[in-house]
């Protein structure tokens, strides 16, 4: 099960975004697209599912043809969390069924039923499942969107920036989660991201996008400074810390030091 | 593809307490569904009683079941019943005709009054009744033309062209919105505009009026449910319970468009089809409703916002919510009317605007404190 793009463009009427994009994902692997902003990693993961419909280019997932396929089937096979959703008057639970819609004709089976709420209670989610989604905090709802993408039972999971209006804990939870399924069920992932350290945390491939053009695609042993140096402009440092890839932006400034808090005198 | 049930070792037969749950809360608002029906029903039975004609309910029963054949029956059959299977089936089609805007443009103030409908219609009317000089009020509307040689002649031409009118709105808007890729702001806009532009066309067209055709022309835009005939019904109802199903059909898609139009598009809807297809659909309930009975305000926003509160945004049950809710609010103030004056002299729209307007302001007050 391969994830394979070959040759990807995408264009508003003249301006192009993105050219020659190309890339092939063994299953199980989680793929960070990184770039500046702007640099069209949204536009490139709407492309892949055919949110936007690309000027040209070859889309594979284990040989078949994602582009010429019918939408409806096209979702079982691929899931899309996009970066935030509006609020909504749907509940939680019925948001999360939505993700099987792709296989209800009628009306939810049992088997959709009780998948949601499996998907649910491994997400922590299942003391909301009432609620309206629109009354959640920004990462309960990200969650919330996460698990419909899960409950679509995809083999292709896009995700634009999931952990961009989560803490640090949360952050960490919810990767490690898209780890495990990716891992677990063989997934392929493409995540657009922001955070370096997230990115060399989960990611195992970089796909990197500068000026509308792949910079590089590289396992992420691979990656080196002078690649994020050339793509974000700015010389960095990679350092290892207690296991993790580390990366340390570094400029003429040397690090300030720290300010002592001055006492007001009262009185 | 086997998800949970291989992979997880879990088995997925069997819904757990939070799927129970959700069934409690589906089967709660089902249940809620068949009181409002009973409500319906009740509500319909006794408005059929009330009058300056003195029915029993025994009377009503008997003449609607045919065995009763005196005044009675004439009472219900020809001037009773057509009102209220009208305010009802209208109220119905109001009803989804808003929810269905709002949900397709994914925005709260789309309803056939704000997007042009309405004020089309209106126009129309004016149009056929001062500038083709046709439509004596007396006549019933299509039954009774039917019968003259010259079928674009009296009450006939007054709703075509009020129909006409308000699908010249909605093509219009469709352009527009089609033109703006369909951005759901542009297209309250486009209506705001259009609703502009054709009041000052009726009012342009009752500057050269005559005295009796400005007071046909008034009395036309008065929404009223008391001036359809059975064949008109049988039109409208038959339009509305189509759109309905289509709709019904689509309940799933119109739940993923609420999620958003990229994550609607990514688990499998056409969503650029389903706007157009729906939108054509939702606005010719409008216009018919509009054509036959005149601008029944507020009712088209009102209904779908009830609802909401009620059962909240799954189109499943919201569909059929708004619907009865549409039909309930129209009925109850028809009769209210009735009660008022009397003879039944009111016209339901006047009374939809001045009960809509504060409730609806009352629904905004209370969702901003929730």
């Given at each position: 099960m391969t994830f394979y793009v070959n040759n990807l463009c995408f264009d508003y009427g003249s301006a192009p975004v993105f050219n020659e994009v190309g890339f092939e994902l063994p299953p199980g692997s989680v793929c960070g697209v990184l770039g500046v902003n702007g640099a069209g990693k949204s536009t490139l993961l709407k492309c892949l599912i055919r949110i936007l419909d690309p000027s040209r280019g070859e889309v594979r997932l284990n040989g078949l043809d994602l582009r010429s396929m019918p939408r409806r089937k096209l979702s079982r096979y691929a899931a899309y969390v996009p970066q935030s959703t509006g609020a909504q008057l749907l509940s939680v639970f019925d948001t999360v069924l939505l993700g099987r819609k792709p296989y209800i004709t009628w009306a939810p089976s049992?088997?959709?039923?009780?998948?949601?709420?499996?998907?649910?209670?491994?997400?922590?989610?299942?003391?909301?499942a009432l609620r309206p989604a629109g009354?959640?905090?920004?990462?309960?709802?990200?969650?919330?969107?996460i698990a419909r993408a899960l409950a679509q039972e995809p083999e292709l999971l896009l995700m634009d920036e999931p952990?961009?209006?989560?803490?640090?804990?949360?952050?960490?939870?919810?990767?490690?989660?898209?780890?495990?399924?990716?891992?677990?069920?063989?997934?392929?992932?493409?995540?657009?991201?922001?955070?370096?350290?997230?990115?060399?945390?989960?990611?195992?491939f970089f796909l990197l996008l500068n000026n509308g053009a792949m910079h590089a695609f590289c396992p992420r042993e691979e990656v080196t400074p002078e690649m994020i140096r050339e793509v974000y402009g700015i010389p960095v440092a990679l350092e290892r810390v207690r296991g993790h890839t580390v990366v340390v932006p570094l400029d003429s400034h040397q690090p300030r030091e720290a300010m002592r808090p001055s006492l007001v005198k009262t009185g | 593809m086997e998800y949970i049930d291989t992979r997880q070792g879990g088995r997925c037969e069997d819904p757990g307490p939070v799927a129970r749950l959700y069934g409690a809360s589906i089967a709660r608002r089902s249940l809620m569904f068949s009181g409002l029906c009973l409500l319906l029903i009740v509500l319909a039975v006794w408005a059929v009683t009330v009058g300056s004609y003195h029915?029993?309910?025994?009377?009503?029963?008997?003449?609607?079941?045919?065995?009763?054949?005196?005044?009675?029956?004439?009472?219900?059959?020809?001037?009773?019943?057509?009102?209220i299977v009208a305010a009802m089936v209208a109220g119905c089609g109001l009803g989804l005709s808003g929810l269905v805007t709002q949900s397709l443009l994914k925005n709260p103030l789309a309803s056939p009054f704000t997007l042009g409908i309405n004020q089309g219609a209106a126009c129309g009317a004016a149009f056929a009744i001062v500038v083709l000089g046709v439509g004596g009020l007396e006549q019933g509307a299509v039954a009774a033309s039917a019968t003259q040689a010259w079928p674009l002649h009296g009450m006939c031409a007054v709703t075509l062209c009020a129909f006409l009118g308000a699908m010249a709105a909605t093509v219009v808007i469709l352009i527009l919105a089609r033109l703006r890729g369909m951005s759901p702001e542009s297209v309250i806009l486009a209506g705001i505009a259009l609703s502009a532009l054709f009041t000052s066309g009726t009012i342009l067209i009752q500057y050269f009026a005559s005295e009796i055709e400005l007071a046909a022309v008034v009395f036309w835009a008065f929404g009223d449910v008391a001036r359809s005939?059975?064949?008109?019904?049988?039109?409208?109802?038959?339009?509305?319970?189509?759109?309905?199903?289509?709709?019904?059909?689509?309940?799933?898609?119109?739940?993923?468009?609420?999620?958003?139009?990229?994550?609607?598009?990514?688990?499998?809807?056409?969503?650029?089809?389903?706007?157009?297809?729906?939108?054509?659909?939702a606005t010719l309930v409008a216009a018919l409703v509009t054509a036959f009975h005149g601008v029944i305000a507020?009712?088209?926003?009102?209904?779908?916002?009830?609802?909401?509160?009620?059962?909240?945004?799954?189109?499943?049950?919201?569909?059929?919510?708004?619907?009865?809710?549409?039909?309930?609010?129209?009925?109850?103030?028809?009769?209210?009317?009735?009660?008022?004056?009397?003879?039944?002299?009111?016209?339901?729209?006047?009374?939809?605007?001045?009960?809509?307007?504060?409730?609806?302001?009352?629904?905004?007050?209370?969702?901003?404190?929730?």
């Open positions: 049992r088997r959709d039923l009780a998948m949601v709420e499996k998907i649910l209670t491994t997400m922590h989610l299942d003391h909301l009354s959640l905090s920004g990462g309960e709802l990200q969650k919330v969107t952990t961009s209006s989560l803490d640090l804990k949360n952050q960490i939870a919810v990767m490690d989660r898209i780890s495990d399924v990716v891992v677990s069920q063989g997934l392929t992932a493409v995540v657009s991201m922001h955070d370096l350290n997230l990115a060399f945390r989960h990611a195992d | 029915l029993s309910i025994l009377d009503v029963v008997r003449s609607l079941l045919g065995v009763e054949t005196g005044t009675a029956h004439i009472v219900v059959w020809s001037i009773r019943l057509p009102r005939s059975w064949q008109e019904l049988w039109i409208l109802g038959c339009v509305t319970l189509a759109v309905l199903v289509y709709f019904l059909l689509n309940r799933w898609n119109l739940n993923a468009l609420a999620a958003g139009e990229d994550e609607a598009q990514a688990l499998g809807v056409n969503v650029t089809g389903l706007r157009l297809t729906g939108m054509i659909l507020f009712l088209g926003l009102l209904a779908p916002h009830i609802a909401r509160r009620l059962v909240g945004g799954d189109h499943r049950l919201l569909l059929p919510f708004s619907c009865l809710i549409g039909a309930l609010l129209l009925l109850g103030a028809d009769t209210a009317g009735r009660l008022l004056v009397g003879s039944g002299a009111l016209p339901v729209g006047v009374l939809t605007s001045f009960m809509g307007a504060p409730l609806f302001l009352f629904l905004l007050v209370r969702g901003i404190n929730r």
